[in-house]
């Protein structure tokens, strides 16, 4: 994956160190906890959901964080793993973390406390982890990496997407009728990238009737249309990586990544537009309100826009570190990740302070 600043990348530090490709599935004999340490709440945190009331937020050395106001942070006090966590999610009652050495943990109390459900000590990160309700579940990541649940993590198996590929689609080529043969066969050879389990996975949406969409690495990414039976090659307008994507509308998906590039596909992912996201930043993380859409990523960017037009505006953040997620509260207030834990970002209190600033 490609570095996103010159300086500190979010996106490079999620598969790092690269660990070797390995297909064991054997939890680790002897269980290690995370240590509770006084400043994790300040620590990189790489991802961030809503559980009922509260907010869980995930990252290095194992550390989850809880908050029911966005301000007052306590670690989660029995986590079985010190490895990187980049992904958690939400379901009901069920949360899942997942992360580095392909670990995967769920909670049943709210993120308090965690039962460490897989870890392959030998595999690589985990990016992302999805269910589509709280039995059916995926876990994808570094070179083409997927594991699957249908019992809601009571086993976790690998998923090999050679042997469930139909094949590909690509967009044809219009530029020259006697090169379209040619063209294809050259991107379908391409595709050899995950074929040989070099391409990363970054992140899945979930859509109606029973499809599914990964997005990843050098502009390439898959379609299911059974919930992941079977799985479709596809490729957009851009060979850079894609790091996230939401579902904008019943049959529309903004992806987004690499210095800023933002693609919409409203046909499933047979075509892709550009979308402006008036940034060269990479983007890592995004969340949808009500008629709105916030991204996040490198040097403090925030863009914002109509979900429905997707005209959106950049702006900078005072603090200009990294942000790897966003998490909506209400109409105005988010949560954000990141390399120094989680920003609150208020507009209506940054005015307020700033108004009370310019009377003094």
């Given at each position: 994956m490609s570095k996103i600043s010159n300086s500190f990348s979010l996106a490079a530090w999620l598969l790092s160190p690269l660990l070797i490709l390995g297909l064991s599935t054997v939890l680790a004999e002897e269980q290690v906890f995370a240590e509770q340490q006084p400043l994790a709440a300040k620590s990189l945190l790489l991802d961030i959901t809503a559980a009922g009331d509260s907010w869980v937020a995930v990252g290095e050395r194992g550390h989850i964080l809880l908050t029911a106001d966005g301000s007052n942070w306590k670690q989660a006090t029995s986590v079985p793993t010190k490895a990187t966590l980049t992904s958690v999610f939400s379901i009901q009652d069920k949360l899942w973390a997942a992360g580095h050495e392909a670990t995967i943990l769920s909670s049943s109390d709210g993120g308090a406390s965690w039962e460490l459900q897989f870890q392959d000590m030998d595999a690589d990160p985990i990016m992302?982890?999805?269910?589509l309700n709280k039995q059916q579940g995926f876990a994808l990541g570094a070179y083409g990496q997927l594991l699957v649940t249908k019992n809601g993590g009571q086993q976790w198996d690998y998923l090999d997407l050679n042997e469930v590929t139909i094949e590909a689609e690509f967009a044809a080529n219009d530029?020259?009728?006697?090169?379209?043969e040619n063209n294809y066969a050259a991107a379908l050879e391409d595709l050899g990238c995950y074929e040989t389990l070099e391409c990363h996975l970054n992140a899945m949406v979930v859509m109606s009737?029973?499809?599914?969409?990964?997005?990843?690495?050098?502009?390439?990414?898959?379609?299911?249309?059974?919930n992941g039976k079977q799985w479709q090659a596809i490729q957009l307008p851009y060979e850079g990586s894609m790091f996230g994507a939401l579902l904008v509308s019943d049959e529309c998906v903004l992806a987004f990544g690499l210095r800023g590039h933002a693609f919409r596909s409203c046909d499933f992912g047979s075509s892709w537009v550009e979308v402006d996201t008036g940034t060269q930043s990479s983007l890592l993380g995004g969340a949808l309100g009500r008629g709105t859409v916030q991204l996040v990523g490198a040097s403090g960017v925030l863009v914002k826009g109509s979900r429905t037009s997707l005209k959106l505006t950049p702006e900078t953040l005072d603090s200009g570190i990294d942000y790897s997620a966003i998490v909506l509260d209400g109409h105005k207030r988010s949560l954000l990740t990141s390399?120094?834990?989680?920003?609150?970002?208020?507009?209506?209190a940054n005015q307020a302070t700033n108004q009370a600033g310019g009377n003094q």
């Open positions: 992302d982890i999805v269910f530029d020259s009728e006697d090169d379209d009737n029973q499809r599914l969409m990964m997005i990843g690495e050098r502009g390439y990414g898959f379609r299911s249309r059974d390399t120094e834990g989680v920003l609150v970002n208020d507009p209506q």
